[in-house]
Structures are given as structure tokens and as C-alpha cells.
């Protein structure tokens, strides 16, 4: 028989049988006649209970926390045990004995994130990464229920997508590469066979700064839809946005409440999403007493500023073409604004980039020579337009934003398993 998981055992089902189980020990209690150990595995906690008498006693008083166990025993009910159920223990064998655990309560979030390797293994840490993996879970079934394919973008590149500031560059023989920023170019070349594609890849910034919200490397979901335009792309995120936290809460209630996260925000999450222009997001804030001109970019106080007023998801949209990357394609009726838009969250502010990529070639080098890019960096992006060129829009969002958001986590540094950011490389 293969062993039981805790989640079967404390839902009932295994009531008065005998069960096998393996895992590790989270707490130890013990008193003179009896000692209380708590397992844990993937899936929940149980106590599992031993007298003196019992042949395994010189085991279990041995056992230190975190150390790995096989364990057998008839589960019985005992309302004194938390859950109600607990197992009687019949036979237990220590796999790896743990020393002294390092991680003990009240310690600093620095120590915390020094012992990442360790600090994995608890609650919090845990139900993070399984609410994680559920949420990657229904970006897929989103888009692949949409029509759209999934691509394998390339990580190293030879021109920036989201300019020079933040390229990690790296030399390779002779050649300078760099990590990929965003997979938004290579994706633009697969749309002419694929048409609707996505993928969900890391990305690399260099950021110079530490906030809340900046990782150096991180996970993103990119996408591109030909024939389209900006009320499709608004269109196909809110959507996105809206099925996973749908989805998440009614797979993850439990977790997530575990978690303390206010889930009635994310069951409010309708589209479609306010939609606002940045010429009326700069009035807001100018009207709030914020020193800002029209043509200035928004920085992370007037985001929150302007996401406290909604409450929930919210697109700002159509910028100045100077704050926005060379390939947005501009209004050509007002070539100053470009079809871009961000979604911005509360106390997050911007989780999504999109809009309508420059699809005329002409329009689009001149935009390269405005901003003095390398032309030859861009020879096989501006190829595109000479065969086949198509109206069409995309976007990037990034999953520890997201996350971090719907989970009310204080820092994004906790979303992802092994934060990398300006100062952190290990473990
Ligand atoms: P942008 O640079 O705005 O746009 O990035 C898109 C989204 O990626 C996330 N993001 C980050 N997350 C964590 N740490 C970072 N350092 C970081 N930088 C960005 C944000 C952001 O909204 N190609 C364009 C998008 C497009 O138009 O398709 C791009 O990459 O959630």
C-alpha cells in the first residue's frame, strides 16, 4: 500500500483504519507518559500520539524537529487533537535525523531570507508556492481555453527590448549578449504562423534600486494577438486577470484564508476594468496636489495614489509617445500619444504593460532613429513589417506582481521561491 497523504487522513476518509505515513516532524511535546509529534508532508499536518509503553518510545524521544519519519498507526478521533482526528502510533522509523533547527519563532525577515533554504519548509512559505503553482496553472488554462499557443522564447538576446538601464550584458567568445528583458520581440515573429501565442518565461532587469516591487529576475506572462486592437488587448487581461483570481479563490479559499487574504476583493474582481487616459490620471493627481506635468512618467507614489481611488484592477492608457518603448505604435491622429496601457492594483501599482506594437516599417524606424537605437540591432524586428505585416497588440504582466497583490504580501520578495533582487543571490 502506498502511504496515506495527511490531507486524505484529516478529511475523514481513513477514520479507524491503519495508515502509513511520511513526512517531518513539525512540533514535538512531550510529558512523562506521553509524547505528541506533529507531521507534516505536501499536503497538511496531523498529531500522532505514543505512551511510554509503546516499543517506538526511545525513537520518538530522540526525534528533533524537522527530521524526516515513516510512520504507521490507526487514525482515531480525539477531540482534543487539533482537527479532531489524530493517529495512535504503532510503528515510527527516523529517516534523517535533523539537528537543531535553525528557525525558531520571532526572527527577522533578513535572517529569514538568509535561511531561504529552510524557510521554504513552513506554512506560510508553502501555501504561497501551492497558491503559486494554481495560479500558473489558470494563466495556461486561460489562454489555451482562448485559442492561443504556447512558445518557447530564446534567454539570450543581442538587443534590448525595454532599453539599455536595466540589460544584464554578458560576454560569449567574442560577442556581447545580454538576458532577455521580455520575450515581446520573438514573440511579435511567431504570430505571422501561429497567430495567437503566449508564453510564460523569466525575465532579466538590472534594477539599480530595492523596492517592494522590483525583482532582478522574475516570471512573465507575454503575449501577442494579431489582427486586433487596444479594446481587444484591455479586453483579453481584464479576462485574464478576472479567471485567475476567480479560479485561484475557489480552488484556494482555504489557503488563501489561511494566508489572512481578504478573498472578497478578489470574488469583486469584474470586468469590465475602469479605463482611464493618462491625460485624465495626471489631472487626478494634479487635482490631489501631486507636482507632476503632462509628458512625465508616473512613478510608484502617484500609481498608489491614483490605484487607492479604484480599489481594484484598472487600466491607465493611451501615453505620451517619450515615456514609452520604441516599438508602440503611436495614434495617427495624435502622433504624440502612443496605444499603450497599464493595469495598475493597489498598494502595487502597475502589474501589466501592453498595446499596439509599431506595425509600419517606415513608422517604426523612424522611432529607432529617434531614439538612437543601433538599426542593425533591429534589422530582423523591422523584417517583420516587410512581409505580411499586421495590426497587433500585446502585453507582459508579471507574476510576482500579481501574486503579490492577491496574496496581500508585503514584499514581492516573497512570491517566488528564491528572490533574486540588487542585493540578494543566495541561497
Ligand atoms: P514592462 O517593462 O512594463 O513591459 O514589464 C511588464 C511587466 O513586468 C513586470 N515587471 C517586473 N516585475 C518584477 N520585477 C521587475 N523588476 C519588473 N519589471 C517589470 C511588471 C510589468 O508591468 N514588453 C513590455 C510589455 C509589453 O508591452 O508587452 C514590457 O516588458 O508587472
Not at 487522513?9 to 483504519?17: F, K, P, T
Not at 503611436?330 to 506595425?359: F, H, K, N, Q
Request: hydrophobic share 40%; aromatic share 10%; glycine share 6%.
Amino acid at each position: 500500500m502506498p502511504p496515506s497523504s495527511i490531507e486524505d487522513i484529516v478529511s475523514g476518509r481513513c477514520e479507524g483504519e491503519s495508515v502509513d505515513i511520511r513526512g517531518w516532524i513539525y512540533r514535538k511535546r512531550e510529558s512523562k507518559e506521553v509524547i505528541f509529534l506533529v507531521i507534516r508532508d505536501a499536503t497538511g499536518i496531523i498529531q500522532c500520539t505514543m505512551t511510554r509503553k509503546n516499543p517506538f518510545w526511545d525513537i520518538a524521544k530522540k526525534i528533533t524537529i524537522e527530521s524526516s519519519v515513516l510512520l504507521s498507526g490507526t487514525v482515531r478521533r480525539d477531540k482534543r487533537a487539533p482537527g479532531g482526528l489524530e493517529i495512535a502510533v504503532e510503528k515510527l522509523e527516523i529517516v534523517g535525523l535533523a539537528e537543531t533547527f535553525p528557525i525558531t519563532r520571532d526572527q527577522s525577515e533578513e535572517f529569514l531570507r538568509d535561511v531561504r533554504h529552510l524557510w521554504l519548509r513552513s506554512r506560510k512559505m508553502s501555501t504561497i508556492m501551492k497558491v503559486r503553482s494554481e495560479v500558473l496553472r489558470f494563466v495556461d488554462d486561460f489562454f489555451r481555453e482562448e485559442g492561443f499557443v504556447e512558445v518557447s522564447p530564446p534567454m539570450f538576446i543581442s538587443s534590448a527590448c525595454e532599453g539599455g538601464a536595466t540589460l544584464f550584458g554578458l560576454k560569449y567568445l567574442d560577442k556581447q549578449l545580454y538576458l532577455t528583458q521580455s520575450a515581446q520581440l520573438h514573440l511579435e515573429a511567431l504570430i505571422y504562423s501561429l497567430e495567437k501565442v503566449y508564453c510564460v518565461a523569466p525575465s532579466f532587469r538590472a534594477e539599480k534600486s530595492r523596492t517592494i516591487r522590483h525583482l532582478i529576475e522574475y516570471w512573465h506572462v507575454e503575449a501577442e494577438w494579431p489582427f486586433a486592437d487596444m479594446d481587444d488587448l484591455m479586453g483579453l487581461e481584464e479576462d485574464l486577470v478576472s479567471y485567475v483570481c476567480q479560479k485561484t479563490v475557489e480552488n484556494c479559499k482555504k489557503e488563501m484564508e489561511g494566508l489572512g487574504v481578504n478573498v472578497s476583493k478578489l470574488i469583486a474582481v469584474k470586468t469590465p476594468f475602469p479605463r482611464v487616459t493618462y491625460t485624465e490620471a495626471i489631472e487626478r493627481l494634479i487635482s490631489k496636489g501631486f507636482k507632476i506635468e503632462w509628458g512625465e512618467d508616473l512613478g510608484f507614489d502617484e500609481e498608489k495614489a491614483l490605484a487607492a481611488d479604484f480599489g481594484n484592477p484598472f487600466f491607465i492608457y493611451a501615453y505620451p509617445r517619450q515615456i514609452k518603448a520604441f516599438y508602440c505604435k503611436t495614434y495617427r491622429d495624435d502622433p504624440d500619444l502612443v496605444m499603450s496601457a497599464d493595469m495598475l492594483v493597489p498598494r502595487i501599482g502597475e502589474i501589466s504593460t501592453g498595446g499596439a506594437r509599431e506595425d509600419d516599417r517606415d513608422e517604426l524606424l523612424k522611432r529607432i532613429r529617434e531614439l538612437s537605437l543601433r538599426e542593425e540591432d533591429y534589422d530582423w524586428y523591422v523584417d517583420l513589417r516587410r512581409y505580411g505585416t499586421v495590426p497587433h497588440v500585446g502585453f507582459g504582466l508579471g507574476v510576482e506582481r500579481l501574486l503579490g497583490w492577491m496574496l496581500d504580501l508585503e514584499n514581492i520578495m516573497d512570491t517566488i521561491p528564491f528572490p533574486r533582487t540588487i542585493r540578494r543571490f543566495y541561497p
